[in-house]
């Protein structure tokens, strides 16, 4: 399918394309349709790395598995009350997602690397009633720390482990309970994602969004009707959860999902599931190209590599066409617009592909704003990325004056991402209004680190900004002023930090300052400190950086 044309724009609006038509639409009514269409295609394959061990369903079993986990949630759930889910990518995780969507639930997805404090927000925020999680994940005694947490929340109700599953969905079996009448623009996920306060805010996602979404960035990307989709993007992320498995399923196909990456065992899927579509961030990509069993797998059933979250470098598309053979879309989208909204075509020119983030998704209106003002910016010329149309989110969860700051009374929704758009609305990414690190697809707020940090005896201030990396396009740098006496060490700031964020969060390049660049007004100036690190004025302190087995939840 080639790209379609469009006429030449004179101004940065690209007025929404409707010659793709909208599926109105619940996940239960898309379950329940290919379970009719095709209910003896596999729909989903939990691929660990022992082949003999994955567990495997088709459309009809994933339909009857889901009903079952509907029923046992009715036996404690009214429809509308929101449901927790904390782990790392499994088979229950997604029992659990179209379990809670047929029962008119609302799932809250919980980041399995946040800590203590990190998941008391989400659960207090979202007034979850219950959760369910994993035993532990990776150092994290994930029981444990529920338990702990329970005490302090009286409105949730009970909390499940997955090892206690399958238990769990059997005490509703014999109980049969109505199911109740579930609408297209119904919420159906809280996903928390933060501003430059630090504090994150829970998008409020519905069933027509992520369901479209995904659909229309599988059709841009060439996914085939019943093709096989492969990834390991984290489930509790809008690409993992949506765009990934949704993208599948919208065209009827095979969703393959790796419980963690691990490069060489990715390649193995590929070949032993004739994988013809892979969604990985970049430094996912640049794992499987440089792992020495690359050459040795049989990867001719490969056709697409789909990426983004982080900027995707003009080499790394231009190596992963000539190792692997296959074509590349780079998505680019927002938890608050239920996910991709633009995104460049396999059969884009190189020079697209390496200088734009693509064209604006089906049915999206986008255009590029003065922030200040609104108005339309002239072609070719940066501004806010603002975006209309049937993607947005709900609002945030309970925060209306968040919601205000993001959604306009118009139906323009502000991103906070600084863009240009050329003639042929192609976007190309500028910067960003929001003060975040990206690191390896994961955004990094450093107002929430910043806090963490001045909590710390010896810390009079702290500023931190993303240092450039070659693996994981940024990375989390902390410019330190102490106070006066002896400064703590970069080991214990790294403790400290390590008690009460996630791990990717947690600085790795520590620099100590007596003055910080700052404004007229007294304000740090953050691109100042940027330039001084990449120039090398600040050099940082020594500290050996912990080893990293995991990247994509890392």
């Known amino acids: 399918m080639p790209t379609l044309p469009y006429p030449t724009l004179t101004e940065s609006h690209w007025h929404p394309d409707t010659s793709e038509a909208l599926l109105d639409a619940t996940l239960g009514d898309l379950l ?13 394959v939990e691929a660990v790395a022992d082949a003999a061990r994955r567990r495997r369903w088709t459309y009809r079993q994933l339909l009857e598995d889901a009903q079952g986990v509907a029923m046992a949630l009715l036996r404690r759930h009214q429809p509308g009350e929101r449901v927790a889910v904390w782990a790392p990518n499994c088979a229950e995780w997604i029992l659990l997602q179209h379990g809670a969507s047929l029962a008119g639930l609302v799932l809250v997805t919980v980041n399995p690397a946040y800590v203590g404090e990190e998941v008391r927000h989400v659960l207090a925020a979202s007034g979850a009633s219950g959760i369910f999680h ?130 060489g065992a990715m390649l193995e899927i590929i070949e032993s599931e004739k994988v013809g579509h892979l969604h990985a961030v970049p430094t996912m990509v640049l794992a499987l190209l440089d792992h ?6 049989r990867l001719d059933t490969l056709r697409t590599l789909m990426s983004g979250g982080s900027p995707v470098p003009a080499e790394l598309v231009e190596r992963a066409r000539r190792e692997l053979g296959c074509s590349f879309s780079i998505t680019f989208g927002q938890t608050e617009l239920n996910g991709v909204v633009s995104q460049t075509s396999p059969d884009d020119t190189p020079e697209r592909q390496s200088l734009s983030i693509g064209r604006p998704a089906a049915q999206a209106e986008v255009k590029i704003a003065d ?34 700051e993001t959604l306009r009374p118009d139906g323009w929704l502000r991103t906070g991402d600084l863009a240009s758009m050329d003639a042929a609305g ?30 710390h005896p010896g810390v009079k201030q702290a500023c931190v900004v993303g240092a450039p990396d070659d693996r994981w396009g940024e ?80």
């Open 32 to 44: 329940r349709e290919l379970a009719d269409a095709v209910p003896d295609r596999t729909a989903f």
């Open 371 to 404: 922030p200040a003002t609104g108005n339309v910016r002239p072609l070719g010329q940066p501004g806010e990325v603002w975006v209309r149309g049937y993607q947005t989110m709900l609002g945030y969860f309970d925060s209306p004056e968040a919601t205000c």
């Open 134 to 263: 994993a035993d532990r994940y990776r150092t994290t005694d994930m029981t444990e720390v529920v338990g702990e947490l329970r005490a302090g929340l009286p409105g949730l109700r009970y909390a499940v482990a997955f090892s206690r599953f399958e238990r769990f969905v059997d005490e509703g079996r014999h109980v049969q309970v109505r199911l109740p009448v579930v609408r297209p623009d119904d919420m159906v996920q809280i996903q928390f994602t933060s501003g430059t306060t630090g504090r994150p805010k829970g998008a409020c996602l519905h069933h027509r969004g992520i369901i479209n979404a995904a659909r229309f960035a599988a059709r841009r990307a060439r996914f085939p009707d019943g093709g096989v989709w492969a990834t390991a993007m984290p489930l509790f992320h809008v690409g993992g959860c949506a765009g990934s498995q949704l993208g599948a399923m919208s065209s009827r196909g095979t969703f393959v999902l790796q419980p963690s990456f691990d490069a």
């Open 292 to 297: 020495p069993d690359a050459s040795a797998r």
């Open 475 to 554: 990375i989390v740098a902390a410019v330190i002023q102490c106070e006066r006496g002896d400064p703590p060490s970069t080991l214990d700031l790294h403790h400290h930090c390590r008690a009460h964020l996630a791990p990717y969060k947690t600085p790795v390049l520590w620099f100590f300052v007596e003055h910080y660049p700052t404004t007229s007004s007294g304000k740090i100036q953050k691109y100042a400190i940027r330039e001084w690190i990449a120039e090398g004025r600040l050099v940082p302190e020594p500290f050996e950086k912990p080893a990293t087995t995991h990247v994509a939840q890392s």
């Open 426 to 455: 192609y976007l190309r990414i500028e910067g960003r209004l929001k003060d975040c690190i990206i690191r390896g697809g994961e955004n990094v707020y450093p107002r929430e680190i910043e806090l963490v940090l001045l909590a």
